[in-house]
């Protein structure tokens, strides 16, 4: 009982180390790149506030 429970401590910092290893090499949250859909929905979002706008100028003319 006493070795399985060293075995799963040693085990569980062995993981930590590693998390923290890949966290440092990765970039930060803000900083990831965009997917290759993020390129997709940003057209789309711009084309939609474009069309926002142009509905505005309507309604305001």
């Not at 859909?37 to 711009?46: A, C, F, I, S």
């Amino acid at each position: 009982m006493d070795e399985e429970l060293e075995n799963f401590i040693r085990e569980r910092k062995a993981r930590v180390a590693e998390d923290k290893a890949s966290l440092e090499q990765e970039p930060p949250y803000m900083e990831i790149k965009g997917l290759p859909l993020g390129v997709e929905y940003e057209k789309k979002k711009q084309r939609l506030q474009h069309e926002l706008r142009m509905d505005y100028r309507r309604y305001m003319a």
